[in-house]
């Protein structure tokens, strides 16, 4: 139980060009879903948090309008990259919020297996 | 968010008992401990989480003395699949609260 799927697994993509990246909930649903990045060498550093149904909510220096996060279902967010430019290139990972009293466990949040983005 | 101070890095041989310690001096009251292992190109995977005393699972120990300042996870007779980074978190259970990484500890399994 408690799986988190991510697709695509990787993306390459031209200079300008959007990307969009799935995050999804398999066998729980989840109000909350969670983007971080992760550039080599480095631990996670938390992007932004999505709730469902409503606007997400962003860490400090991460641009919303370059990064687009929809939340419309309780299995389902979307990070898209716009107009993406080498920079933009790292590692992805979204996690789904599974919450206690659901038999799957504790509060905790399950990761997703990660978007390699790379940018030319 | 309490903050977390692991080790860079430990190695360790084959079979052998690994103990990972985590500092949270600013642990608070409704606080738990969480840790994940992750493989490089992978997204973390929850190991384990803790409020207090000791938890087992199939996959490894937690062990919390009672002033909660710290904690130490242990992986029994480690093998070279267990080479990873692991990750040390503390925040509370619930509220959907992010969850703040540190900077991980390196485990190297060596045959």
């Known amino acids: 139980g408690a799986v988190v799927s991510q697709h695509p697994s990787w993306v390459i993509c031209k200079s300008g060009t959007s990307v969009k990246i799935e995050c999804r909930s398999l066998?729980?649903?989840?109000?909350?879903m969670f983007w971080y990045r992760q550039f080599p060498k480095q631990s996670l550093m938390l992007m932004a948090t999505?709730?469902?149904?409503?606007?997400?909510?962003?860490e400090q220096g991460v641009e919303k309008d370059k990064f687009l996060i929809n939340h419309a279902s309780l299995t389902l967010s979307t990070l898209t990259v716009t107009s993406a430019h080498p920079e933009d290139s790292s590692f992805y990972i979204c996690?789904?919020?599974?919450?206690?009293?659901?038999?799957?466990?504790?509060?905790?949040?399950?990761f997703g297996p990660g978007t390699r983005l790379t940018v030319l | 968010l309490a903050k977390t101070t692991q080790p860079i890095s430990m190695d360790s041989y084959e079979g052998q008992e690994v103990n990972i310690t985590c500092s949270h001096n600013?642990?608070?009251?409704?606080?738990?401990i969480t840790w994940y292992q992750q493989f490089p190109s992978q997204g973390p995977r929850f190991i384990i989480q803790?409020?207090?005393t000791k938890v087992t699972n199939e996959v490894a120990s937690l062990f919390i003395p009672a002033d909660r300042k710290s904690s130490t996870l242990s992986l029994p007779r480690v093998s070279l699949s267990d080479t990873a980074v692991y990750y040390c978190?503390?925040?509370?259970?619930?509220?959907?609260?992010?969850?703040?990484f540190g900077t991980g500890t390196r485990l190297t399994v060596i045959p």
């Open positions: 999505s709730n469902e149904g409503s606007k997400a909510t962003y």
């Open positions: 996690s789904a919020r599974n919450p206690a009293g659901a038999g799957k466990g504790t509060d905790t949040q399950y």
């Open positions: 978190l503390v925040g509370p259970q619930t509220g959907a609260n992010n969850l703040f």
């Open positions: 066998d729980f649903q989840a109000t909350t």
């Open positions: 600013n642990i608070a009251t409704n606080d738990y």
């Open positions: 803790g409020y207090k």
